[in-house]
């Protein structure tokens, strides 16, 4: 079996191929931290008692992912609604998804676009 070598960081860490060293990691929780400093709350983003209600309402109608079939437990919205109140509440921008699909699956192919 082939040995694959470690890597060298610009930090100058030394860390096993496909892992982050610990600098990478604290600047990811600083750009993270960061980020949420500007982000409005989620009940601001819309993410109310009437979205809650509604949600279950549509799990009960759509109660598997889209992506696996496993039983779903988010309502995804299909084109990212960013603010806009039409697009948040089309459900026609809805889609059940399990929470694993919705972390990997989902939010990759957004990165892609």
Not at 12 to 25: D, I, K, N, P, T
């Amino acid at each position: 079996m082939p040995f694959k070598p470690p890597s060298l960081r610009a930090c100058g860490c030394v860390v096993a191929l496909g892992q982050r060293c610990q600098h990478m990691l604290a600047a990811d929780r600083a750009r993270k931290a960061r980020h949420d400093q500007n982000r409005p709350s989620a009940r601001q983003r819309g993410y109310t008692g009437q979205w809650e209600q509604a949600r279950i309402e549509f799990l009960r109608a759509a109660p598997f992912c889209r992506f696996c079939g496993n039983p779903a437990t988010v309502v995804d919205h299909i084109k990212p609604h960013r603010g806009d109140m039409r697009l948040f509440w089309s459900r026609q921008n809805w889609q059940p998804l399990c929470v694993p699909c919705h972390s990997s699956i989902k939010q990759a192919r957004e990165r892609r676009q």
